[in-house]
């Protein structure tokens, strides 16, 4: 039977203090107890471009191995629940063993019912193309994952082999952005060739970023914030019942409409019906939700990508925390490169600008193509990675099951 190869291996303001303590209590667990366990980083986004003829065959050669594992029996799965770790040793560990070998993780060789060094790094190679913490140990996410059957994962394959057979005529421009909500991470593209890699914040399970085309046809520094109606309703004005400060605190301001007149919010009913009337505009500077900057790429879903002030959610594996927007760590980074040089905006300069209080909307000389695209599945030299479906949008061929990120939020006055 063939295998698969492998390869080894400033302080957030009131936005950002209300999510991560949602964040904390859905772990269950109090912000100490969470400093305590050393979590290990999320890796670098791959600068293997996810779709190309060739990134194309490869899949297609995975789905002829995960075909044959299937039509073998697939895999064996492990009951209950478990935890395995380096040490133990019993017939649980003989089925992680026996699976891991059938997907290339782990090498022969070895006693078969003891959890190895062996076993350790296969785990972590298995982990980490699945999108989950590498740390070692079997247990929750880790063993659902393990659990999916091999049936399963055919259809996965080739539910995203379509995808990006779909995506392979748009890779044709010269210049273009990918973001893949089921990763969380961007890829540049020139040429064919990724130069640019960055991570991502997507859409929450309720929230989810859409599948879109668009263009980015500017760039925003140190923009407004307008509120979209929607989070206005739901955890704006709430927040505002509770403490009447909260709108100076956050440097909101309250206009009777887009462009209308600026109203003291001291003159508000908050409990009335009328509140829902007004519009919201955000102060710029580095407490904005949309952070320093803004890429402007109409569309009609009304999403976009931006710099956020919660730059610690990009530590996290998995990294659902919008409301459909799209936040990228390496923005500065990547306003360079739709730039491409023109008016000496490097990023140093960009910087200059933003440090300075220079507001400006920047317009690259050729429109940049960009694509949220939805790939829980595609393959990195040979080596086949899969994400866990947080949008159900393969047809329930796999969901892991909720994990952090995608836990119900009490407050998210951010986009």
């Known amino acids: 039977m063939p295998q698969i190869p492998y390869r080894s291996a400033g ?30 980083p999320p890796p670098e986004p791959s600068r293997i471009a996810w779709v190309s003829p060739a990134a194309i065959a490869e899949m297609s050669n995975a789905i002829a191995t995960y075909r044959s594992i299937a039509q073998a029996g697939g895999w064996p799965t492990l009951p209950g629940r478990v935890t395995l770790r380096l040490g133990d040793s019993d017939a649980n560990v003989a089925i992680l063993r026996r699976q891991l070998a059938m997907t290339g993780d782990l090498r022969g060789g070895g006693n078969s019912y003891v959890f190895d060094d062996a076993v350790e790094a296969a785990v972590k190679r298995y982990q980490r193309r699945n999108g989950v913490e590498p740390n070692g140990i079997v247990y929750g996410i880790t063993q659902r994952i393990l659990n999916v059957p091999a049936e399963t994962r055919v259809r996965q394959l080739e539910r995203n082999l379509a995808r990006m057979q779909e995506l392979l005529p748009k890779m044709s421009a010269p210049r273009l952005v990918l973001m893949n909500s089921a990763s969380f991470e961007l890829q540049a593209i020139a040429g064919g060739r990724v130069e640019l890699t960055s991570r991502t914040v997507a859409g929450k399970r309720a929230t989810p970023t859409p599948v ?124 360079e490169w739709v730039l491409a040089g023109q008016g000496g905006w490097t990023q140093d300069a960009l910087a200059a600008a933003v440090a300075g209080g220079q507001r400006a909307t920047l317009k690259p000389k050729a429109a940049v193509p960009v694509h949220f695209i939805y790939l829980t599945a595609w393959t990195e030299n040979g080596v086949v990675q899969f994400r866990n479906d947080l949008y159900n949008r393969d047809e329930g061929t796999f969901d892991g099951g909720d994990q952090i990120s995608s836990a119900p939020m009490t407050m998210s006055v951010a986009p």
């Open 11 to 40: 302080k957030p303001r009131t936005f950002a203090a209300a999510i991560l303590s949602a964040f904390a209590l859905a772990l269950g667990t109090a912000a100490p107890a969470l400093a305590q366990r050393q979590r290990i």
């Open 212 to 335: 879109i085309s668009a263009s980015i046809q500017a760039i925003n520094l140190l923009p407004y914030w307008h509120v979209p109606s929607s989070i206005a309703r739901a955890a704006l004005i709430p927040a505002v019942r509770k403490d009447p400060a909260y709108l100076y605190k956050e440097h909101i301001r309250v206009f009777s409409s887009f462009g209308g007149e600026e109203i003291d919010p001291a003159l508000v009913n908050w409990w009335g019906p009328e509140a829902e009337r007004y519009v919201f505009r955000q102060d710029f500077g580095p407490h904005n939700a949309l952070g320093v900057m803004r890429f402007d790429m109409p569309n009609k879903q009304i999403v976009y990508m931006h710099d956020t002030p919660m730059k610690t959610l990009f530590d996290q594996h998995e990294r659902a925390f919008s409301a459909g927007c799209v936040r990228v760590q390496n923005y500065l980074a990547l306003a």
